[in-house]
């Protein structure tokens, strides 16, 4: 048997800032208040509750971007990178003409709001009706440069 190596190049979870998940906190006075008039001692507990639940929700429904042995994907979607043509990185007007009034509707997009940077990924795949995918991060330089690594 041979191991087999993992070359990760690039991978990041579009996880929601600190600012949404302070901002859903007002949820625990919200569910509490709700709670009071049918059980006051559960109240809190499942206010606290309820946050950590939907807060656990949203860290696993984040999509991971990823450049690794050979493909690149993001969210549930994969190509080899032998399949990537020109990698444009958008600053967050680009992006938001990417998605909004220059968006072609073939288009793949992994657009998260709370992320206002991205990549613009021409695929070059013949056979592929889609001419780009449009994926958020954080890091869009370095996702593009590990895209040109692995190809």
């Known amino acids: 048997m041979t191991a087999q190596t993992t070359a990760i190049r690039y991978r990041e979870r579009l996880l929601p800032g600190i600012g949404f998940f302070s901002a859903w906190l007002l949820i625990v006075p919200a569910t509490a208040l709700v709670m009071m008039p049918i059980q006051e001692r559960l109240a809190i507990p499942v ?49 938001r003409d990417a998605i909004g009034p220059g968006a072609d509707a073939r288009n793949y997009l992994v657009v998260r709001g709370w992320v206002h940077r991205g990549l613009k990924i021409e695929i070059t795949d ?18 593009a440069e590990a895209l040109k690594a692995a190809a």
């Open 47 to 95: 206010a606290i509750g309820m946050y950590v639940l939907v807060s656990l929700i949203f860290i696993a429904l984040s999509p991971v971007i990823e450049v690794r042995d050979g493909s690149f994907r993001a969210g549930r979607a994969t190509i080899p990178v032998g399949l990537v043509g020109e990698v444009e990185p958008l600053g967050s007007d680009a992006l």
């Open 126 to 143: 013949a056979q592929d009706p889609t001419p780009h995918w449009i994926v958020t991060s954080r890091k869009p330089v370095a996702l």
